[in-house]
């Protein structure tokens, strides 16, 4: 603590004691219509830059011109703009507190366009926004997909790689409680749907490099997700091919508030498109709910709930690929199964949280919450296959003209696993003047137990792989072993504790020439798992010169520790290893805000350069969803690379956006310098929305998303052998909506649309032009030992239909 006192004092030292003072000052609160304090609220000066945010109580203070008309604008998410004209003295100081009305259904901005100085490395966005994004999944993880820096090449999972990281390395939290994903899935038509329910987000904040201290112990990115605390009676419906989602929140009493909400998925008619043809039974099913009780101004309760049950059953039939290396030689894979696969996943969270706020200036938060989670995962699967050149042209063009293999395979598994995670934390915050200070402790108890039994057993021309030799003659013949592939026999258990610390301070200075923000801090890691005890120090600076343009400079970075956690514990053989040291990564991030209006509307262009060195690196394999790690730290690596980001109005009242981003990241294994797993040199998404001329209530919304191919290789071969490239992955997909019901119509009082506030009906197109996007590979030996890489395609081009009602 003395050192860390120290280290604050010096950067204070370091930046000007004296500022200047405006003429006048605007000082108060803002608040929900329950009188509840608004956070990230914007109050700004009309007409000019000059603006600034609201702080976690509400409160906010604001330099404003004397002896002249002043027009503040007041204007949150989810709630109506408000306005108050003053006329100030030269050096009044004058309160002003305003209660914002809560918003009708519009049309969102995907990112709150504050002019004030940015103090941290997030960037927010609004959860409206993915109403009118067409994707399969309907999930947070969708809009996240499109911001710089993030990639995802499989549009039927949620998950998403930052920056180089992998899946693993990904924090969410919701209303500070941290999620966990499921562990022993494989593929995104197992995994089913986010954990993240849309309907009952009020606010969401994403970082992809950089973050404050005061988030947990991963790598590369976080995704802080806030529920709704409702403060009205309000419901939503919306039912598709895809499945239904419902919500209701609103309020007991004057105390007591809920928010529940129910959804149901099953993507059959997904699955039914893929080459492997077969009766799927994927369901999915989750209820989360909440209950906020206020027993004073001073102390609150929250609790939330959540259980999901996700089920995936395949009786497969048959499957034909074609597939090719050039437009000259194509060959084609049919295989005849017989078998089937029965998975399930079931998982609760449970969570409480208390609220003490003894003043506007203190606040301190106690958080228990309990996950459990049972997965199974079996299958015995046999396959028959017929491996052949085909022909392309011509009158026998799609045939197979050369027979190169025929064989057979057996996969079997039977996979267990049951997991508990206990998290204890506290949480604080003081804020006063220019200074702000926020705190936590943290003890985190996790508890597996597993059992895994997985092997492949390969045959070619009625030969066993990998072949016995010959003993033809010999007498009497030998007795050999049958030999199985990608064995994996393992059970046990683990039993871990970890605790956790931080502390951090933000200080905003302002001048004439001059804004600037600065937070700082750290945190301290230990876990009984390794005996390793981890200190990392971040900070971040923001700069905003007072120039004709509107800039803001940022530079952020510091070190980012990941202690290994079941999954990264167990290696290739499915054995626990004990004693693995954290992944740590050493970052650097430099970026720049830059604010300008084309067609006299406002746009913004964010650039972010960084660079991560990775020591202690765990090495893994990644097979469309699931990661394989090799039970090592015998690797470092970096990851490097700049992003790019565009969002405005380029049709007047539709918010649309452009992220570019180029990186590279390898790491040196197996004493050679190779790509990572999630080595996408190039990533483009597009989101542009429009209406269609001379029917405002008609929507129509477009996504684009290109992909660079990521590494891959053999099963079994050495990782620096593993640098082939995937193709690229290319996606598109449109939405055209339909307003039937919203502010512009009106009904009698007998008629029973009334009680709809809005109701929509949308057809969405995935995958607009058909491309044929591989997620992974299947391999087909023959008898001589030479192995094709069939390519595992994803969805084809589908429709869908959705109905959202709102009320």
Do not use: C
Request: hydrophobic letters at 35%; charged letters at 20%.
């Amino acid at each position: 603590m003395k050192v860390l006192r120290n280290l604050f004092t010096g950067f204070l030292l370091l930046l000007p004691a004296i500022l200047l003072a405006q003429e006048a000052k605007v000082h108060g609160f803002l608040s929900d219509p329950d009188g509840k304090p608004l956070e990230f609220a914007n109050v700004a000066v009309k007409g000019t830059t000059n603006g600034t945010a609201t702080s976690a109580n509400g409160s906010y203070e604001l330099k404003v011109p004397a002896g002249k008309d002043v027009i503040l604008l007041f204007t949150s998410v989810g709630f109506s703009k408000d306005s108050v004209r003053i006329n100030l003295k030269k050096g009044e100081n004058k309160l002003l507190n305003r209660q914002l009305k809560l918003s009708e259904t519009q049309l969102s901005t995907i990112e709150v366009k504050d002019q004030q100085l940015k103090t941290n490395a997030f960037s927010r966005l609004d959860p409206k926004a993915i109403t009118y994004i067409p994707t399969i999944n309907a999930s947070v993880e969708d809009l996240i997909k499109t911001m710089p820096g993030v990639s995802s090449r499989n549009e039927l999972s949620s998950q998403y790689s930052v920056r180089g990281g992998n899946f693993d390395e990904n924090l969410v939290f919701v209303n500070d409680i941290e999620i966990y994903r499921p562990y022993l899935v494989r593929a995104g038509q197992q995994e089913g749907q986010s954990f993240l329910n849309p309907d009952l987000v009020s606010g969401i904040s994403f970082s992809a490099g950089g973050f404050d201290s005061k988030y947990g112990d991963k790598m590369s990115s976080v995704l802080d997700i806030k529920y709704k605390k409702p403060s009205q009676f309000a419901a939503s419906f919306e039912a598709s091919l895809l499945g239904a989602t419902a919500h209701v929140e609103g309020k007991i009493t004057r105390k007591l508030a809920y928010l529940l909400g129910v959804r149901y998925k099953t993507n059959t008619y997904l699955l039914k498109s893929l080459d492997t043809k077969g009766n799927y039974k994927p369901r999915f099913f989750d209820v989360q709910g909440m209950l906020y009780y206020d027993f004073s101004s001073k102390w609150e309760l929250s609790v939330f709930g959540s259980y999901t049950a996700n089920s995936f059953k395949l009786i497969p039939e048959s499957q034909t690929t074609t597939f090719g290396s050039d437009a000259i030689t194509a060959y084609q894979v049919k295989i005849f199964f017989d078998g089937q696969e029965n998975d399930s996943y079931d998982n609760w969270l449970t969570a409480a949280t208390l609220t003490f706020k003894p003043n506007d200036h203190l606040r301190l938060k106690l958080i228990g919450s309990a996950y459990q989670t049972h997965e199974a995962q079996t299958y015995d699967i046999s396959g028959e296959y017929w491996l052949g050149q085909v022909e392309l042209t011509g009158n026998n063009a799609g045939n197979l003209i050369q027979l190169l293999g025929v064989g057979a395979y057996l996969d079997h598994a039977r996979d267990y696993l049951d997991g508990t995670v206990y998290n204890l934390e506290h949480r604080g915050s003081y804020e006063k003047g220019k200074s702000q200070m926020a705190w936590g402790i943290k003890y985190q108890h996790d508890l597996f137990n597993y059992t895994m039994n997985e092997w492949q057993m390969l045959d070619s021309a009625g030969y066993s792989l990998p072949r016995p030799h010959d003993s033809l003659g010999q007498n009497p013949p030998p007795h050999t072993d049958l030999y199985l592939n990608d064995v994996l026999k393992a059970n046990g258990g683990m039993s871990s504790n970890k605790g956790d610390a931080f502390i951090q301070n933000t200080w905003t200075f302002k001048n004439e020439k001059n804004d600037i923000g600065l937070t700082a801090g750290a945190r301290f890691i230990y876990s009984d798992y390794n005996s390793q005890f981890l200190f990392n120090p971040r900070l971040n600076v923001s700069l905003k010169p007072h120039w004709k343009k509107e800039m803001v400079f940022r530079l952020s970075g510091g070190v980012y520790s990941q202690p290994p956690t079941f999954r990264e514990m167990t290696d290739l053989r499915g054995i626990i290893v004990p004693g693995l040291k954290a992944q740590t990564s050493y970052q650097a991030v430099l970026g720049s805000d830059l604010y300008f209006s084309l067609w006299h509307r406002p746009f913004k262009f964010v650039t972010e350069v960084y660079y991560k060195y990775i020591q202690d690196l765990i090495p893994y394999e990644i097979d469309n969803l699931r990661i394989r790690y090799y039970g090592t730290n015998d690797a470092h690596g970096y990851a490097a690379g700049i992003d790019f980001r565009i969002n405005g109005e380029f049709v007047k009242g539709a918010e649309s956006w452009a992220s570019i981003s180029f990186m590279s990241t390898e790491e040196y294994f197996q004493d050679h310098w190779i790509p990572r797993p999630t080595d996408q040199r190039f990533n483009l998404a597009i989101f542009f929305q429009d209406y269609i001329p001379g029917f405002p209530t008609w929507k129509v919304a477009i996504t684009l998303v290109y992909g660079s191919g990521l590494p891959y290789g053999a099963p079994d071969s050495p990782r620096y052998l593993q640098t082939f490239r995937m193709p690229p992955y290319r996606r598109v997909d449109i939405g055209l909506s339909k307003q039937l019901i919203g502010e512009y119509t009106h009904f009698s009082g007998k008629n029973p649309l009334r009680a709809f506030k809005s109701l929509w009906i949308g057809l969405d197109i995935f995958n607009l032009f058909d491309f044929a996007n591989t997620v992974s590979y299947q391999w087909i030996t023959d008898v001589q030992g030479r192995q094709y890489n069939v390519p595992n395609y994803l969805t084809p081009r589908l429709f869908n239909l959705k109905l959202v009602a709102g009320f």
